[in-house]
């Protein structure tokens, strides 16, 4: 009757001759098995200091060397870091190509759908340069035009024409 120990907890069970002939019976059980297969360590959250298990490619990801349990703790971490006087794009403490446009007295109205919510409307950078805050470079959109802008030639191509 061979009694073996297993390899990831040490606890001793038994295992027939045969199996331990062909190799196998080094974990107690299946969950020994599959702990022994992970790679990686825990490591705590920076937000909740809750323990969280990562691996070697999350590792490897990292480019600030932090690491969160959730996407939540990893956005609260990051407005705290980039916002305000942090962010790149920091002038003032104002949207400033925002704020251009609404000086130089366009209406705010989308230029593809007519949309009047201001609710809704953003700023685009025709030449797609963000520094590029000229009156000319500047345009109102709606949140969905902006994106078939960006993503859709026919809207594109639409957009150009009534920009010129």
């Not at 295992?15 to 297969?37: N, V």
């Not at 969160?68 to 705290?80: D, E, G, L, P, V």
């Not at 962010?87 to 251009?100: E, F, I, Q």
């Not at 953003?122 to 470079?137: A, F, L, M």
């Amino acid at each position: 009757m061979p009694n073996v120990e297993c390899q990831r907890c040490t606890a001793e069970f038994y295992i027939k001759p045969s199996h331990q002939r062909l190799g196998y019976g080094k974990f107690c059980t299946r969950k020994c098995a599959d702990e022994s297969k992970k790679s990686g360590k825990y490591v705590f959250c920076e937000i909740c200091s809750k323990k969280t298990w990562k691996t070697p490619k999350d590792f490897k990801k990292s480019k600030s060397g932090l690491f969160f349990c959730t996407k939540s703790c990893q956005t609260k971490w990051r407005n705290a870091v980039y916002s305000g006087k942090n962010h790149p794009l920091w002038v003032d403490g104002g949207s400033t190509y925002r704020n251009v446009l609404l000086k130089s007295g366009v209406k705010q109205k989308c230029r593809i759908c007519k949309s009047t919510d201001r609710r809704i409307l953003i700023v685009h950078h025709i030449d797609k340069n963000r520094k590029n805050n000229r009156t000319e470079n500047l345009a109102w959109l709606c949140h969905n035009c902006h994106f078939l802008v960006h993503h859709d030639k026919k809207v594109y191509r639409k957009f150009m024409v009534s920009v010129v």
